[in-house]
């Protein structure tokens, strides 16, 4: 593999974490096939930051076309006609002008090479953003000209299965899309949208103030990137494509639910489309994008830039569908920037890929060991894999195919390993319930006995045994295995030589089958781990402290869907 493969990439993923520093300084800039890897100056550090940008789509001379042109200015798109309607009357309502005004996403802008004199972008997170002097480039002086919340749109027949009136909440998209009462959900790219990266922040906002445990938070936000149906839409041609519809019903299966603006939603409203959109206030992470009147600190035209600023006026921007003052009980946006692109870059570098998987979990006696959850109650490792275990099963997406094996030897006898749920794709049924639903009542109902042995390393064998058949191409292949201790107390036992080198002879590079090792609490044999995750092409990943089973989870769930 090289040196990008998937699972190495997970180590530029920052982890959703209150506590985190940044990353070493750098900078880094590599072209390839039109992707641009950006190292983003943040807080003294580093935050890798992935872009995306056709030819067409680089960042122009942000100037208008006339040679009197003195002030350039650059606007998101939803406001640029406000602005340049107020442009228009310093100009003398000619065409042309000292003021010239573009239209501009802010995430090309925030690359540009030339940066405008006035920048009003669409959150004022992308002046901290910028690649291109950042904050010192320019100032902003009184708050923000114009704000728009983040709505959740949706077709009206859809509406009322997430939302009550105009009032939902993100943990009810979440649930309604993994239950399937959602049809569809539809993303911007929060890389290059303010739509997109302040929604992927409010969701994660919504998903930590759900739970106590910072990992089932990043299970249930990735339940719901793991359903999407396009993560890299753009809010505009979302807007598009509902508008040219004339059924209610294929505009649901086409965009379903999506953000957008309020601003921008209220504009569709009185455009009189065929379709109706009704869009609804998500009150566990209500989110609004700000238009700052950013002024370059090296313009030469100040006072033209004041005398624009004024000439901008509530009243118009009302008519426009803008808020003029602050909506309330939304979320603050950071002040940090990688605490804002960390959960933009990880939704970004997810993977939607059919998907097979052998989850084997052991169930030996070590697993009946007290332990805390993160809400400071008593339990048992077993009780935490149950609580972590029901958020993960959400998780897979309807592409997948699954299996489940417990590991244990409860008797001198017994096999090294029990078929709970047999591989197949998770919405087929497995009797009379689909495969996700028995993984559920599986894992639900685990329970270890008091004294049994672990034969940790006979069931990788057995189970790479049974997954290489099954790997093809366009598919990640892949096992993924919890263990709390060492390979032990059972007639399986084999020296950790002896079962490394039978791994290692076994291997077909062809027909590969990484291994993820999730090390479940301190007994965990996390150097074995390490090995066969090393021999396999895999990743160990440690859970010392059994309360971060759930975080551990993540990260492996990450870790199979990070790009190549």
């Given at each position: 593999?090289?040196?990008?493969?998937?699972?190495?990439?997970?180590?530029?993923?920052?982890?959703?974490?209150?506590?985190?520093?940044?990353?070493?300084?750098?900078?880094?800039?590599?072209?390839?096939?039109?992707?641009?890897?950006?190292?983003?100056?943040?807080?003294?550090?580093?935050?890798?930051?992935?872009?995306?940008?056709?030819?067409?789509?680089?960042?122009?001379?942000?100037?208008?076309?006339?040679?009197?042109?003195v002030?350039?200015v650059?606007?998101?798109?939803?406001?640029?006609?406000?602005?340049?309607?107020?442009?228009?009357?310093?100009?003398?309502?000619?065409?042309?002008?000292?003021?010239?005004?573009?239209?501009?996403?802010?995430?090309?802008?925030?690359?540009?090479?030339?940066?405008?004199?006035?920048?009003?972008?669409?959150?004022?997170?992308?002046?901290?953003?910028?690649?291109?002097?950042?904050?010192?480039?320019?100032?902003?002086?009184?708050?923000?000209?114009?704000?728009?919340?983040?709505?959740?749109?949706?077709?009206?027949?859809?509406?009322?299965?997430?939302?009550?009136?105009?009032?939902?909440?993100?943990?009810?998209?979440m649930?309604?899309?993994?239950?399937?009462?959602?049809?569809?959900?539809?993303?911007?790219?929060?890389?290059?949208?303010s739509?997109?990266?302040?929604?992927?922040?409010?969701?994660?906002s919504?998903?930590?103030?759900?739970?106590?445990?910072?990992?089932?938070?990043?299970?249930?936000?990735?339940?719901?990137?793991?359903?999407?149906?396009?993560?890299?839409?753009?809010?505009?041609?979302?807007?598009?494509?509902?508008?040219?519809?004339?059924?209610?019903?294929?505009?649901?299966?086409?965009?379903?639910?999506?953000?957008?603006?309020?601003?921008?939603?209220?504009?569709?409203?009185?455009?009189?489309?065929?379709?109706?959109?009704?869009?609804?206030?998500?009150?566990?992470?209500?989110?609004?994008?700000?238009?700052?009147?950013?002024?370059?600190?090296?313009?030469?035209?100040?006072?033209?830039?004041?005398?624009?600023?004024?000439?901008?006026?509530?009243?118009?921007?009302?008519?426009?569908?803008?808020?003029t003052?602050?909506?309330?009980?939304?979320?603050?946006?950071?002040d940090?920037?990688?605490?804002?692109?960390?959960?933009?870059?990880?939704?970004?570098?997810?993977?939607?890929?059919?998907?097979?998987?052998?989850?084997?979990?052991d169930?030996?006696?070590?697993?009946?060991?007290?332990?805390?959850?993160?809400?400071?109650?008593?339990?048992?490792?077993?009780?935490?894999?149950?609580?972590?275990?029901?958020?993960?099963?959400?998780?897979?997406?309807?592409?997948?195919?699954v299996?489940?094996?417990?590991?244990?030897?409860?008797?001198?006898?017994?096999?090294?390993?029990?078929?709970?749920?047999?591989?197949?794709?998770?919405?087929?049924?497995?009797?009379?319930?689909?495969?996700?639903?028995?993984?559920?009542?599986?894992?639900?109902?685990?329970?270890?006995?008091?004294?049994?042995?672990?034969?940790?390393?006979?069931?990788?064998?057995?189970?790479?045994?049974?997954?290489?058949?099954h790997?093809?191409?366009?598919?990640?292949?892949?096992?993924?295995?919890?263990?709390?201790?060492?390979?032990?107390?059972?007639?399986?036992?084999?020296?950790k030589?002896?079962?490394?080198?039978?791994?290692?002879?076994?291997?077909?590079?062809?027909?590969?089958?990484?291994?993820?090792?999730?090390?479940?609490?301190?007994?965990?044999?996390?150097?074995?781990?390490?090995?066969?995750?090393?021999?396999?092409?895999?990743?160990?990943?440690?859970?010392?402290?059994?309360?971060?089973?759930?975080?551990?989870?993540?990260?492996?769930?990450?870790?199979?869907?990070?790009?190549?």
């Amino acid at each position: 593999m090289s040196d990008h493969s998937w699972h190495d990439a997970t180590a530029h993923l920052p982890e959703h974490d209150p506590e985190q520093q940044p990353m070493t300084a750098g900078v880094r800039l590599m072209l390839t096939a039109m992707i641009v890897t950006v190292l983003v100056l943040v807080a003294g550090g580093t935050t890798w930051w992935l872009y995306s940008q056709k030819p067409q789509e680089q960042a122009a001379r942000p100037a208008g076309p006339c040679s009197d042109t003195v002030l350039r200015v650059v606007a998101a798109p939803e406001i640029a006609p406000v602005v340049e309607s107020a442009a228009r009357t310093i100009n003398n309502d000619r065409d042309c002008g000292p003021i010239g005004v573009t239209a501009q996403e802010p995430a090309v802008t925030a690359i540009a090479p030339e940066q405008p004199d006035v920048w009003i972008p669409s959150s004022s997170a992308w002046l901290r953003i910028s690649l291109v002097g950042g904050v010192e480039a320019y100032r902003v002086d009184g708050g923000p000209i114009a704000r728009s919340p983040i709505v959740l749109a949706a077709p009206a027949p859809i509406a009322g299965r997430f939302a009550t009136g105009d009032k939902t909440t993100w943990m009810q998209l979440m649930a309604g899309v993994a239950g399937h009462q959602i049809p569809a959900v539809t993303m911007p790219d929060p890389l290059h949208s303010s739509v997109g990266m302040l929604a992927v922040y409010a969701i994660q906002s919504a998903m930590d103030e759900s739970t106590p445990d910072a990992g089932i938070a990043q299970l249930r936000a990735l339940t719901l990137r793991s359903r999407l149906k396009d993560a890299a839409a753009d809010p505009a041609d979302l807007l598009r494509r509902v508008g040219a519809q004339t059924d209610a019903g294929a505009a649901a299966a086409d965009v379903g639910v999506f953000p957008i603006t309020e601003q921008q939603l209220t504009t569709y409203q009185h455009a009189g489309h065929p379709i109706a959109l009704k869009g609804s206030y998500p009150s566990d992470g209500l989110i609004e994008a700000d238009y700052p009147f950013a002024i370059s600190t090296t313009t030469r035209q100040p006072a033209l830039a004041e005398r624009l600023r004024a000439a901008i006026g509530k009243a118009a921007l009302t008519d426009a569908g803008f808020r003029t003052y602050a909506t309330p009980h939304t979320i603050k946006v950071p002040d940090r920037s990688d605490k804002l692109l960390a959960p933009a870059l990880q939704w970004a570098q997810y993977r939607t890929l059919a998907f097979q998987v052998l989850l084997l979990i052991d169930a030996s006696g070590s697993m009946n060991k007290p332990a805390v959850d993160k809400a400071g109650r008593k339990t048992t490792k077993a009780g935490l894999l149950r609580q972590s275990g029901l958020a993960a099963t959400q998780l897979f997406g309807d592409e997948t195919s699954v299996g489940l094996w417990f590991f244990n030897t409860p008797a001198p006898t017994s096999p090294p390993h029990t078929e709970m749920v047999p591989f197949g794709p998770i919405n087929d049924k497995v009797g009379a319930r689909t495969r996700r639903a028995a993984m559920a009542a599986a894992i639900g109902g685990y329970k270890a006995p008091n004294e049994a042995g672990t034969p940790l390393f006979q069931t990788i064998l057995d189970a790479q045994s049974a997954m290489r058949p099954h790997v093809k191409p366009g598919a990640i292949t892949l096992m993924i295995v919890l263990s709390d201790g060492a390979d032990a107390e059972s007639r399986y036992a084999m020296p950790k030589k002896t079962f490394l080198d039978r791994l290692a002879k076994s291997q077909d590079r062809e027909r590969q089958v990484p291994i993820i090792g999730v090390g479940f609490g301190p007994d965990a044999d996390m150097a074995t781990l390490t090995d066969m995750a090393r021999l396999t092409d895999g990743k160990a990943i440690a859970a010392r402290d059994p309360a971060d089973l759930a975080s551990a989870m993540a990260k492996a769930f990450l870790a199979a869907h990070a790009p190549s």
